[in-house]
């Protein structure tokens, strides 16, 4: 099935450990988009790209990277976990184009202790 | 920063009550998109408006986008179980390239 697929749904981080996640969309959106979701703090954007090799900063860069290599994938990756990054990862991916909005993928809850 | 903030936070409703929520942006929007994301879930696209005083409908569903393009409102009539889950509103500064920037979200609880 089409859509935006991330992995992993769930991870547990020790602080100081980095790792790597995942996002893939086969829908050919030039627009992806890593948001991050905690409680009362509604959708906060971590960093987003408009084309592969095109990348930019959202809200709440600090601690993540990213990079667009190609089209389908923008994986996030955080370099030395802390507890303030526990949270909901969403990815999201559109057209660039008006009337589209974000196809979102089902999160990745991540938890460091 | 660019903000938007929705209120109320919570609602909590009769089922066939109506339901209103609003969202204010700091600046001046070039387009506003609603989505909805049910418990556990991840946010759904429901619409994009673009003009100013634009009104769109999806059955029970009124969108609005303010004159100044500053806000907009989302109404439910006769509210269902079904309704359940929060309203995020989302939207592009005019001039402020490609970010999407969603508002706190509204989270709307239908009771029988």
């Known amino acids: 099935n089409a859509g935006v697929t991330q992995t992993p749904k769930f991870q547990v981080l020790k602080t100081g450990q980095s790792m790597t996640l995942q996002c893939a969309q086969d829908?050919?959106?030039?627009?992806m988009s890593w948001y991050r979701q905690d409680p009362g703090m509604g959708l906060r954007l971590i960093h987003y790209s408009v084309g592969a090799g095109i990348t930019d900063q959202g809200e709440v860069p600090n601690g993540y990277n990213v990079s667009r290599s190609t089209t389908e994938d923008f994986p996030l990756r955080l370099l030395s976990a802390a507890p303030s990054q526990t949270s909901v990862y969403f990815c999201?991916?559109?057209?660039?184009?008006?009337?589209?909005?974000?196809?979102f993928g089902s999160g990745t809850r991540l938890t460091v202790v | 920063g660019q903000q938007v903030m929705q209120i109320p936070q919570y609602q909590h409703v009769q089922e066939g009550e109506d339901f209103t929520t609003y969202c204010n942006s700091s600046t001046t929007l070039s387009n506003i998109q609603w989505y909805k994301q049910r418990p556990g879930g991840h946010p759904v696209f429901l619409i994009q408006?673009?003009?100013?005083?634009e009104v769109k409908k999806q059955k029970r569903l009124t969108f609005q986008f303010g004159e100044a393009k500053k806000n907009s409102s989302l109404h439910i009539t006769a509210t269902q179980t079904t309704d359940v889950g929060t309203y995020f509103c989302a939207g592009r500064v005019t001039g402020g390239g490609n970010k999407l920037t969603f508002g706190t979200g509204t989270q709307l609880k239908v009771e029988l």
């Open positions: 408006l673009v003009k100013s005083g």
């Open positions: 999201a991916s559109s057209y660039g184009r008006e009337g589209y909005g974000y196809t």
């Open positions: 829908m050919n959106h030039e627009y």
